[in-house]
């Protein structure tokens, strides 16, 4: 026997892996099943594509593995969810199937368009000093590249998609998509939260008909129901409702209780972030978006470190050999290993001082990861902390200009993603911001802030906010130490905050000596 209380079915599928979780109208998360995903597609060093198929077998096998874990209690589920990576596109035909392979959010191809943008919209850009970074926009859009190096897959290509679009077509025999949902190079208009218009500055930018674009829906709308082929394939109650909700971040600002501009949501994942949530549409940058919040109604302002903790995987792999043998003799993982030696860096790293961009964001496009006061004194360790140190100090600065942007204080630090396990980390970055640091109940605070919707559209709150209330639950505190924060900012103040700058005319070589090595 057990006792019947509602749950909802979430899946939050990511670059590598896919994960199937069960959360009660507590937020305590029941059961959860992994599965590891084959490494993604690189023909060269700039590609990165998946199989759309196999990412919903992958949702599939998952779900089938959850469902032998819970026995009985899979009868308790009374709505399911699916939230995934964002800036990823899948090509399916008028059937919906797909005409290619994913490209995801970590792919850097480039393609030269043989139409130009037209004269009056660059003659705009230039004026208001982003002509740039329209042409590197429309360089990197994976819409046009397909356009132009795949005629004929972009000829059979009907609808150009999310991929939360295509798993909720599978799910439910419909093709829509939330609005959280809508964060890639194409043509949606963040203010208004829905497609652009084809007199929009920023409409050529994409070089994708409007018409290709799947149906929008709000958050927290039911999408449709779990067909019955689908609840062959996974095992899921046929006519369970299926319900939008939004992207990761988006619904991990969500599952960090940040449903006000006072707390910043900061993601120490592979792509590193800051986040608030406004009522009002606050560019986080000039001319960049501020994508639509879960929270119907709100935005969610963000400045974004596109490699962000992916650094600490690549130093992991790349000097941290010794660690890694010594944690498979331990049966730890090593990053328990390097945390304990981190410790052993001051405050600062001696001096040592890294900017992180290692990949370059729309408005840096020419800079690269810089490593500055390195002399014979530092260790790897050393390099290992001011990596840390580095994302802090971009995170900070982030936070700084999302605060003058916004004009609203912000108070305290929501922390999630990958790095947020680690206390050592956490206390870096309360040091660092000068604001007190928490963490909730559960790592999988993405699918917590897919089930805060789940069971608000299902009638169980009345708000998102009484779900928060309700489901999200501070367990640790971390408390900046002032002395730290104080050094902190001088290194921040007095070099970090200068490296780009005095650099930029460096960066623009590198970058043009890069693009004729690739010519």
Not at 85 to 99: A, E, G, M, Q, Y
Not at 337 to 351: T, Y
Request: charged share 25%; net charge positive.
């Amino acid at each position: 026997m057990h006792s019947s209380q509602p749950l909802i079915l979430v899946f939050d599928v990511g670059t590598q892996s896919t994960r199937a979780l069960l959360f009660d109208l507590k937020g305590n998360l029941i059961e959860k099943t992994k599965r590891e995903e084959p490494p993604y597609i690189s023909k060269n060093d700039n590609r990165a594509e998946k199989d759309p198929v196999e990412s919903w077998r992958g949702i599939c096998a998952a779900s089938q593995e959850l469902k032998s874990k819970v026995g009985e209690r899979w009868n308790d589920v009374v709505g399911v969810c699916a939230t995934s990576i964002r800036n990823s596109l899948v090509f399916l035909d008028k059937d919906c199937k797909p005409t290619r392979n994913a490209i995801l959010w970590m792919d850097k191809r480039e393609v030269k368009c043989p139409d130009p943008m037209p004269l009056f919209n660059r003659f705009l850009y230039e004026i208001v000093g982003m002509g740039e970074t329209a042409r590197v926009s429309r360089k990197t859009c994976y819409i046009n590249w397909v356009r132009v190096n795949q005629p004929d897959v972009w000829e059979r290509t009907a609808k150009v998609v999310m991929p939360t679009a295509w798993y909720n077509y599978r799910f439910t025999g419909v093709l829509a998509d939330s609005r959280a949902g809508q964060a890639a190079k194409f043509p949606y208009d963040y203010k208004k939260r829905d497609w652009m218009s084809k007199f929009a500055l920023n409409y050529p930018v994409f070089g994708c008909p409007v018409e290709k674009m799947c149906k929008l829906v709000d958050p927290g709308q039911i999408i449709g129901y779990i067909t019955k082929k689908c609840s062959e394939e996974t095992g899921i109650k046929e006519g369970l409702p299926f319900i939008a909700t939004g992207a990761d971040k988006a619904c991990e600002t969500v599952g960090n209780g940040c449903l006000s501009h006072e707390v910043a949501s900061v993601s120490l994942g592979t792509a590193a972030s800051v986040e608030i949530t406004t009522d009002k549409y606050v560019e986080p940058e000039t001319f960049m978006p501020a994508y639509t919040a879960v929270a119907n109604g709100k935005y969610n302002p963000e400045i974004q470190i596109f490699r962000g903790y992916w650094m600490v995987s690549w130093f992991r792999d790349q000097f941290a050999l010794n660690e890694k043998l010594e944690a498979e003799k331990l049966g730890v993982q090593a990053e328990k290993l390097l945390d304990e030696k981190l410790q052993q860096i001051p405050v600062g790293s001696n001096g040592l001082v890294i900017q992180p961009y290692w990949g370059p964001g729309l408005k840096t496009p020419q800079a690269k990861g810089i490593m500055i006061g390195f002399s014979d004194m530092h260790t790897r360790l050393h390099v290992y902390r001011a990596i840390i140190e580095g994302l802090g100090y971009a995170l900070f600065d982030g936070l700084e200009n999302l605060q003058r942007r916004s004009r609203n204080k912000i108070t305290r630090i929501a922390v999630a993603g990958g790095g947020s396990q680690s206390d050592i980390i956490c206390q870096i970055t309360a040091d660092i911001m000068g604001r007190e640091v928490y963490r909730v109940q559960t790592y999988e605070t993405s699918g917590l802030g897919c089930s805060v919707v789940g069971f608000t559209a299902l009638g169980y709150y009345k708000t998102i906010e009484d779900a928060v209330s309700q489901m999200v639950r501070v367990t640790d505190t971390f408390t900046p130490i002032k002395e730290n924060h104080v050094k902190y900012m001088q290194y921040y103040n007095r070099v970090y905050k200068k490296i780009y700058d005095r650099n930029l005319p460096i960066y623009n070589e590198l970058y043009k000596m890069m693009e004729n090595d690739r010519l």
